[in-house]
């Protein structure tokens, strides 16, 4: 016996809809990339994105075609997305911090038609464009008075073309189950891997992440995305916002701690999210300045694990709760979210900042567990950690053509290279990468731990822990830190630090202080050049093991 309930497709469009009815008049300020801050609302944003669906469709757009975004979150991105969405076509955001040959590989990867992107990104794909044959016509996210002259193929001011037709269109109703957009992830080996959201999954996440005790997010707040609707989904934001009906301030290209500051006071934003390495310039800029935040409640803190440090300073100092985060590209993103359940409601200080380091339990709509290496589950006591694996409506089947399939599983858990313990209240702690763990005589040291006690020193910035090779441990972990400004320290200073709140054998072998800790595309830190760096790297007990 079937339901007898109606039949209505989970359609990303009907979000842009919902909130042009019922919220139209509600604000979204952008800082654009020409400069000047631009107000409009979500009814306008509606009629603009039915344009560029026209405009598109007038193009030779058809269901199922891709159009890439090269973009920052503004405005006029919103619109794009919605547009494309409406069409049936496929956003496909792609990261500019990538380097110019992987741009150029994911494009041609998912077989971009459109390039859609902004002033910023010109020179870039001027650059490429010998190399994106695929692509057959580049609109640039301005207007004719700040078009420059370009070579790229059919360049066009967004502004002019979308002006060429009426917005008199109807959203196209199709399956549900229909590809919306498409996200690669960064690959720190091998080829990136797209992941393809369909308009089901990407709906049910966004009711996902509204939930209270995940984002919480309401008509009445003030959302800031400061995460790009280019990394990994824009976490969701783009989509959960408007369906909430909540104001949205768009940061444009300028991330930096004042920039972000200044958007966050003027307009009274309640609630943001980003990665660990943004809200470290912004804190920077409040110490420097003495500034405040009042009006901020909730910041979200993911991609990353969140420093101790930086939950506590935002709490304390500012009275701004951190709801620490994690996910994956995979996931849509959201894995888990770290609020607080009755069973840890009541707790203070060190004990909740204890919790609060965790990355949290899963909503619903998210099945997780953890697994040895033979796939056999292993006990939520949070002390036993091994691969996470998770399942769920928004979490992907498969990588688009195939690639990396090795990560499903038969009974449909993916396998998130993630390694991780989950407590008996189902908080899930990230130990790290499978990759990034350090393989100390058999036994596994987390590199998170370590890094995150690192930067609790009050001279310390930023902090990073590699393996390096050991004769008789096979690794040791060696400790790099970039300094705060105008701070020198010792290496016994660190260590003294840190010894006691891990076990003695987990004490980095060496420190070592660099200008610089580099980053990947999505402000993680890269790992993989700093293991190259040092890969020569002699520790001083290599010298007395020998
Ligand atoms: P990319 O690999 O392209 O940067 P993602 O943003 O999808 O893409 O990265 C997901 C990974 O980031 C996770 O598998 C995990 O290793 C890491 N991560 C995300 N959030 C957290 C967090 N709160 N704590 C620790 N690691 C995190």
């Not at 020179?123 to 010998?130: F, N």
């Not at 044959?133 to 008075?145: F, G, M, Q, S």
């Not at 040291?445 to 001279?459: F, R, T, W, Y």
Request: aromatic share 8%; glycine share 8%; net charge negative.
């Amino acid at each position: 016996m079937l339901g007898l309930m109606q039949d209505w497709p989970l359609l990303c469009h009907r979000i842009i809809d919902h909130a042009a009815t019922l919220h139209g008049a509600r604000q979204v300020i952008s800082r654009s990339v020409e400069g000047p801050i631009h107000a409009t609302d979500y009814a306008t944003i509606r009629t603009r994105a039915r344009k560029v669906a026209q405009r598109l469709e007038r193009d030779g757009i058809r269901l199922g075609d891709r159009v890439g975004t090269l973009a920052w979150n503004t405005w006029r991105h919103l619109e794009v997305w919605y547009g494309i969405l409406g069409l049936g076509a496929v956003y496909h955001t792609v990261n500019p911090r990538l380097f110019p040959d992987q741009i150029a590989w994911i494009v041609n990867d998912a077989q971009d038609r459109v390039m859609i992107a902004d002033l910023t990104f010109v020179p870039i794909l001027e650059k490429l464009a010998d190399k994106l044959p695929t692509v057959e016509r580049y609109v640039i996210l301005t207007d004719a008075n700040n078009m420059p002259a370009t070579t790229l193929r059919n360049a066009v001011a967004y502004e002019d073309w979308i002006a060429e037709v009426d917005g008199d269109f109807e959203w196209r109703v199709f399956d549900e189950n229909t590809a919306a957009g498409m996200c690669y992830t960064s690959g720190t080996t091998g080829h990136p891997k797209g992941v393809v959201y369909s308009h089901r999954s990407n709906v049910l996440h966004s009711m996902i992440a509204c939930m209270p005790d995940a984002m919480g997010i309401s008509s009445r707040d003030v959302v800031m995305p400061v995460v790009p609707m280019f990394h990994a989904n824009c976490w969701g934001i783009a989509l959960s916002a408007p369906m909430m009906g909540a104001a949205l301030i768009m940061p444009g290209a300028k991330l930096d701690g004042p920039s972000v500051y200044e958007l966050l006071a003027k307009y009274q934003v309640t609630f943001t999210a980003a990665v660990p390495t943004v809200w470290l310039m912004l804190l920077q800029h409040l110490e420097a300045t003495g500034a405040k935040l009042p009006d901020l409640k909730r910041v979200v803190i993911g991609g990353s694990a969140s420093p101790r440090a930086m939950i506590k300073t935002f709490q304390d100092v500012y009275g701004v709760e951190v709801v620490h985060a994690w996910g994956m590209t995979e996931m849509s993103p959201l894995g888990s979210l770290c609020s607080l359940k009755p069973e840890y409601a009541g707790l203070e200080g060190e004990a909740r900042l204890d919790i609060q380091q965790k990355q949290g339990h899963p909503p619903f709509g998210v099945e997780m567990k953890i697994t040895d290496d033979a796939g056999r589950e292993l006990p939520w006591d949070g002390k036993t950690f091994g691969r996470l694996k998770v399942r769920g409506p928004a979490v992907a089947r498969a990588y688009y053509k195939g690639e990396g399939d090795e990560a499903f599983e038969s009974d449909g858990f993916f396998d998130t290279g993630d390694v991780a313990t989950m407590d008996a209240n189902g908080y899930m702690q990230i130990t790290d990468r499978s990759k990034d763990v350090i393989k100390s005589g058999g036994e596994w040291i987390s590199s998170i731990d370590l890094e995150n006690l690192a930067v609790g020193h009050p001279k310390v910035l930023e902090a990073a822990v590699i393996g390096v090779r050991h004769p008789k441990w096979d690794e040791r972990p060696l400790l790099i830190v970039v300094l705060k400004k105008e701070q020198t320290v010792t290496k016994d200073e660190l260590l003294d630090f840190m010894r006691g709140k891990v076990a003695h054998w987990w004490l980095p072998d060496d420190v070592v202080v660099v200008d610089d800790i580099p980053h990947t595309a999505t402000g993680k830190i890269l790992k993989t050049a700093l293991r190259d760096r040092f890969k020569d790297y002699v520790l001083p007990t290599v010298q007395a093991a020998e």
